[in-house]
């Protein structure tokens, strides 16, 4: 039982990092229909923009946190603003090669500025774990729960409460009655890009310090993050909580009482099991947008 | 009238382009590399690369071979199997190069194996650990680093010293992985070591807490860890953070001790590695005036000393190409392969010669490498009290 307690509580702390992976490509995959396949690369971004700032200027945690949301908003715009603006209307497969083109030059680019050899970042946090009976949990993985939750909450209220969230949501529910009404539909699709890769480059900056820092670390990421958008529905950021959720724990169990070989496999049968029932995603409505 | 004189011009220009670079006797002899340069692996490719270019300046520096330089023509494997693969077909049949050295991982290696057969060109195996390299009947394979089983073997006289009673494994999802835990756990069985649980975790994973609860519960007291370098650095950090207390010994030679005293800290603490280079303690090598020279070069060129461990299998596999060479008095395929057998020098791990490994009359080559051990203790690598002389 103590064991099984442990494997839960791993599981739901992996679980809240799929989620934070989750909403940024949740995002744009489903209010764009960009699939971002850099999304990633945003993520090992945020990662190198706080060791930059963590290990290089020596600067606190919270800063390294700003800087790497700064420069993936930055980034982002950069990329929606140059590369996607004008294929606006193509195919989602144009973009999609696109998307893979992005993927690759900023890896590779990291891998010219940073080298090939994986970093880490100093954290301020004890190593002793929080210990409450048998359990334990290390105090940077608390925090990073704890932040990834707010950073979620926010992203919420900022889509559902907010006159740009509005405006957002009514640009993909229909673009043109959007334009109709006056929403600057560019503008819109800019800062969601920008919005979604911010997301991703603050859970590189929260997870940089729990695991290390590689050029092509964003690519399990990718993997993790499109495996919580399917589960959760596109588009869907409660979804994709649970979702993340919900595949932390699958996974856990899953090399904890069948295999540690198979446990990416136990994560992805559970991925099929659910499409299988639920095609759209486990918490799709039926008037899905797109 | 530019219409008119753009044929010539191509054609001028062909020529110059194809003309001889100088006479035969004067052309530097070519030896091939394939080291994974980008991709998941590309710190240890390029400290091998690094390895191999301070063996050529060494061996350009007394004159060359036969009277003849040595020139690398390195090729990226990307860390991937195909790539390997069309990297050695590359070599052979656009470079012309009478012998190769690679492939760093076994499944690039076993890649690019059936090209060697194809064309009939040696190849110089100097980091994969697969068992199955040299037993599959290809005998253009010579490998200067040992297999699980041999590196087993070399620790089985460390077991009692170490303290083992009841063993956990933790290795990475592949051929290696998986041939490691199999070899290690034959040889701690016969020393009549218990062994507990058997965990597996994919190349890329980067959280291992389930294998960890899973092995904190077998009541244990040593760990085997099989992986790479960043995800040794993981589990360290990790079992640390569960409070995992566990002798832990890593093997595969590819730990760097000093990088996971960098970036585990003190989590890196009282871990035990298998290496098969003392970058710390050179006079503790085989050849310890070699061992010395190469490390003195290695920090002279600004390389990471963290690499050492990884670059000094680039030297020796240079090295053992060149001897072939020098035995074999040409630069030609398959006399280079009959020299390899002859080959009989001590490189920077040790005594380099080959044995006949494999399937009878297809026989492959497999040298016999020295293994060492050392301790992370205090934050700095120390030889064990065993490994002293």
């Not at chain 1, 963590?54 to 700003?66: D, E, K, N, R």
């Not at chain 2, 010395?292 to 600004?302: H, L, Q, S, T």
């Not at chain 2, 080559?365 to 992370?376: D, M, N, R, T, Y």
Request: proline share 5%; hydrophobic share 50%.
């Amino acid at each position: 039982v103590e064991q099984l307690l442990q494997h839960l509580v791993n599981g739901l702390v992996l679980g809240g990092t799929y989620a934070l992976l989750g909403i940024g490509l949740t995002l744009i995959f489903g209010l764009m229909s960009v699939v971002n396949f850099a999304h990633g690369e945003f993520y090992t971004l945020g990662a190198y923009a706080a060791f930059a700032t963590l290990a290089l200027a020596g600067l606190p945690f919270f800063a390294a946190l700003v800087v790497a949301i700064a420069a993936g908003s930055l980034l982002g715009a950069i990329c929606e603003r140059l590369l996607l603006r004008p294929l606006r209307g193509h195919s989602i497969d144009t973009i999609m090669l696109v998307m893979i083109g992005v993927w690759i030059a900023m890896q590779n680019a990291e891998l010219l500025t940073w080298g090939g050899v994986a970093r880490s970042i100093p954290h301020p946090f004890p190593t002793a774990p929080l210990t409450l009976g048998p359990l334990s949990i290390a105090p940077l993985r608390m925090f990073v729960v704890v932040t990834a939750a707010v950073i979620i909450a926010l992203a919420w209220l900022g889509i559902h409460t907010t006159r740009l969230g509005t405006a957002m949501r009514a640009t993909f529910q229909d673009r043109d009655t959007a334009a109709l009404m006056g929403v600057p539909i560019g503008r819109i699709h800019t800062i969601t890009f920008a919005f979604g890769s911010a997301l991703a480059a603050a859970a590189g900056a929260l997870l940089g310090p729990v695991f290390l820092v590689y050029p092509s670390m964003g690519d399990l990421a990718s993997l993790k993050a499109f495996s919580v958008v399917i589960l959760g529905g596109l588009g869907n950021l409660a979804g994709a909580t649970l979702g993340g959720l919900l595949l932390g724990v699958a996974e856990e169990l899953g090399a904890g009482y069948v295999s540690s070989g198979y446990r990416d496999a136990v994560g992805f049968v559970a991925i099929i099991l659910v499409l299988m029932f639920r095609p759209a995603g486990l918490f799709a409505r039926a008037e899905r947008i797109g | 009238m530019l219409k008119r004189l753009a044929p010539t011009a191509l054609v001028a220009l062909m020529t110059l382009t194809l003309l001889p670079a100088g006479g035969d006797a004067q052309a530097p002899i070519k030896i091939g590399v394939i080291e994974p340069l980008s991709g998941p692996v590309a710190a240890s490719g390029n400290y091998i690369r690094m390895g191999a270019e301070i063996a050529r300046d060494w061996i350009n520096a007394r004159g060359g071979v036969n009277g003849r330089k040595v020139e690398l023509v390195i090729e990226d494997n990307k860390s991937d199997p195909k790539e390997a693969a069309s990297a050695a077909e590359k070599l052979i049949v656009r470079d012309k190069v009478p012998a190769i050295m690679g492939a760093w991982g076994s499944s690039m290696t076993l890649a690019a194996m059936p090209k060697l057969e194809e064309y009939g060109v040696p190849m110089v195996v100097e980091t994969s650990s697969a068992a199955s390299i040299t037993k599959r009947g290809n005998p253009w394979v010579f490998r200067i680093s040992p297999p699980s089983e041999m590196e087993a073997l070399g620790l089985e006289q460390y077991v009692d010293r170490l303290g083992v009673k009841k063993a956990d494994f933790l290795a990475v999802n592949t051929e290696w992985g998986r041939g490691s835990i199999q070899a290690f756990g034959d040889m701690l069985k016969k020393k009549g070591v218990q062994i507990g649980a058997a965990e597996f975790m994919e190349q890329a994973a980067t959280d291992m807490n389930a294998q960890i609860t899973k092995i904190k519960a077998t009541g244990g007291d040593t760990l085997f860890l099989t992986t790479a370098v960043e995800q040794i650095t993981l589990v360290l950090k990790q079992g640390q953070e569960q409070r995992l207390t566990r002798k832990i010994v890593t093997t595969g030679g590819s730990s760097s001790p000093t990088q996971l005293i960098k970036q585990a800290g003190a989590a890196a603490e009282g871990s035990y590695h298998i290496v098969f280079f003392m970058p710390w303690f050179p006079e503790a090598m085989p050849d310890a005036k070699l061992a010395k020279a190469f490390v003195d070069e290695w920090n002279k060129r600004g390389n990471p000393f963290e690499g050492l461990t990884e670059g000094f299998r680039g030297h020796d596999g240079i090295a053992t190409i060149v001897e072939a060479i020098k035995t074999a008095g040409k630069d030609e395929p398959k006399a280079i392969q009959d020299a390899l057998w002859k080959v009989s020098l001590t490189g920077v791990n040790g005594p380099i010669k080959f044995e006949k490994d494999g399937p009878a009359g297809r026989e492959s080559g497999q040298s016999k490498p020295s293994i060492f051990v050392v301790q992370v203790r205090d934050g700095k690598v120390a030889l064990p009290d065993f490994m002293k002389k």
